[in-house]
């Protein structure tokens, strides 16, 4: 009988207990900038943890409050050693994932890193702020 507990606790583990695997999710992000970046009022998403080496990261706007909106931003790590340089994306590419690299120093796995909205641009006429949701993968 203690065979038997001891077997089916045994499977139970092997089967249920396979531990915590830690990877990179995309994580949403809601961003609202300026044309002006430093009075941005909520440049940051959330922090997510890098789990690879892959020297890229990835960025899908889902949404712009103003057609023509232009967004340029960067990836950071919240312990400011690394930050990707800053890239842009137009309103035209909503629902496309675009790729972009770490092109300004190795951006290792392990820490989080952070999307940081720097200014939001109009081509046609000014506007006071652009806002922004989409997904994040660092």
Avoid: W
Avoid at 22 to 46: C, L
Avoid at 86 to 97: I, K, M, Q
Avoid at 108 to 132: F, M, R, V, W
């Amino acid at each position: 009988m203690k065979k038997r507990i001891l077997t089916l606790l045994l499977i139970f583990c092997c089967v249920f207990g396979v531990g915590n695997f830690v990877s990179a999710s995309t994580i949403p992000f809601d961003i609202t900038v300026t044309a002006y970046g430093p009075s941005n009022p909520d440049p940051y998403s959330y922090r997510e943890i890098k789990d690879d080496d892959e020297q890229k990261y990835y960025v899908r706007a889902t949404s712009m409050d103003h057609e023509r909106g232009l967004f340029t931003f960067k990836s950071c790590s919240i312990d400011g050693t690394v930050d990707s340089g800053v890239a842009s994306y137009h309103y035209r590419e909503l629902n496309t994932t675009r790729s972009y690299g770490y092109n300004c120093g190795y951006a290792p796995g392990g820490k989080y890193y952070y999307l940081h909205g720097i200014t939001g641009l109009y081509e046609a006429a000014p506007y006071n702020y652009l806002h922004i949701l989409g997904y994040y993968c660092p």
